[in-house]
């Protein structure tokens, strides 16, 4: 096997969603520093969309990455790279620097099939202005075959970098997995592929390796699996199997060790029953991780009943 | 994909390798009559190994299985067969009776590579009894070619039912499982196949899922994937993923919320990291766990230190 992949570390953009990036400056410095030490490729810092477009109240830097800001708490790029995330409609122009202005080396854009056309929009402005790109469908297992041929033509032609592969509802199996993959790259020859995966199955870690066995190059993971509800492929199994002379374990152990079991006890993600129960029926985790907030939270059962019976959904999520 | 697989669930037995059996009669009832409505196929209750053979002071119903007993707390079958589990050198004859006379339908045999010839004594004496009957290999991960050829030669001839793939250090991914199956396949074509996972790098699901689609009829895997160390396959992933129509999740969600969420409070068992560690490194989960009964639990870059400095091992446990 090749080994061309790239790690890409998720823990405070998507494990923020958890959290709402109540991380620590020290705790950000210390990934960074760990993830460089181990040889990961890229970490993604947070979202770089606008407070202004979002209506914030409040500050949140990892939520509304700020170049000054940035440099500020790493003042010193090591090995690993910098990217962040932006929503369609989320994101002021004027707030992106030029690349070489900017700590950040990656622009990532996540959006819905629907939006695609405005997803390329910005991977275009991006790459203009110097960043590596890629484009994260979501929502991948529910997207109709014949939207994703019309998306597809449009991206084919565009100058973004990499396609994502997401599994948002972590309902996809290693054959499901290869199955997208040969479909994407069968009709993307020219582009580099990534995946994103979540753990509501306990798959991540399996569906990741094939996505690797298979020549996906971006590999999507965070340090300890934090992600939003199951989770995502945990950074330190991805750095621990792979077999690529830059990778070194210890790292990754030592942020596990001074952070995220003290983190894991404060916040909650990882393979929970409700989260299993709704990558198994494919949908959306909003549901259980409102569940999960309320006085019911381990009543599985009653959980169960609630999203295998519509009607009851709906009530329960109006309560909620 | 032929429907022919069955579930064994071993939370008792390999449950009991946690918490040493200490499970309450109501407990093992409940997971029974959970399994049976759940359309599990089997329920391995137990070890039936002799207790006067292991110098036992204490009685450990689930440890030393007793038909008596058996009967006493199953007085009625339901869906659900009950198999046992034995280790070489440690069954006495006598205390097995004949199958019409058992509670228990299947017994299986544990070994490694070097007492396949012993085993498969202990499996003629159970066939001929009525029984079942299993040889569970047991390290597969570590023995070498030239040995399992010896041992298929001689399992070939035995009336054994099934012969299992067993990956006792959690390590193999789904390609080493599908390369063992096709090797297995092909030297013993005459007998089913099983397959018993351990979950320290978060494989076990997958690479049942992959023996199952590679043609591999028995299934092992615990609820809540209680087990030694990382734990197994969990049960609830298997009904609830597996496309047959006799299986029901829900009667599974019930016995998880009743019991297993306080079990695992008060018993470890699961993802953690130094159990991750001995599945990287392909070794016995035996020293991470009496590191994690040590004062030095959560230090994680010691015990990577410890495992992978040979003479830091062994001073290490020789203290715990």
């Not at 990934?31 to 490729?41: C, I, R």
């Not at 708490?73 to 122009?93: H, M, W, Y």
């Not at 003290?262 to 393979?271: L, Q, T």
């Amino acid at each position: 096997m090749k080994n061309n992949h790239k790690i890409i570390d998720c823990t405070i953009r998507d494990g923020g969603l958890v959290n709402n990036w109540d991380f620590s400056v020290e705790f950000v410095q210390d990934l960074y520093n760990g993830l460089s030490a181990a040889g990961v490729e890229y970490m993604e810092i947070g979202y770089k969309n606008s407070p202004k477009l979002l209506n914030a109240t409040e500050p949140n830097p990892w939520r509304f990455l700020d170049d000054d800001f940035l440099k500020e708490i790493i003042p010193e790029k090591k090995f690993t790279k910098l990217s962040a995330l932006v929503d369609i409609g989320r994101v002021d122009p004027n707030d992106i620097l030029p690349r070489a202005e900017s700590v950040l080396d990656m622009i990532r854009v996540a959006c819905y099939i629907r939006e695609v056309d405005k997803g390329l929009e910005l991977v275009n402005m991006f790459h203009n202005l110097g960043y590596e790109t890629s484009l994260n469908i979501m929502a991948l297992s529910s997207v109709p075959e014949h939207q994703l041929i019309e998306a597809f033509a449009m991206i084919e032609n565009s100058p973004v970098d990499v396609v994502y592969i997401v599994d948002s509802f972590g309902s996809l199996d290693p054959d499901n997995i290869e199955y997208q993959i040969k479909k994407f790259q069968a009709m993307l020859p020219n582009k580099q592929l990534g995946i994103h995966t979540h753990n509501n199955l306990q798959l991540a870690f399996a569906n990741t390796l094939t996505a690797m066995k298979n020549g996906v190059t971006f590999l999507d993971s965070s340090v300890y699996g934090m992600g939003r509800a199951a989770g995502n492929c945990h950074t330190e199994l991805l750095v621990g199997y792979i077999q690529k002379t830059t990778y070194e374990l210890k790292p990754i152990l030592g942020v596990i060790e001074k952070h995220m079991l003290a983190m894991r006890e404060k916040w909650e993600w990882g393979y929970i029953i409700p989260f299993m129960i709704s990558g198994v029926l494919n949908e959306h985790p909003r549901v259980a991780m409102a569940y999960r907030n309320s006085d019911k939270r381990d009543n599985f059962v009653d959980f169960y009943d609630m999203v295998t019976t519509p009607e009851a959904t709906l009530a329960a999520t109006t309560k909620a």
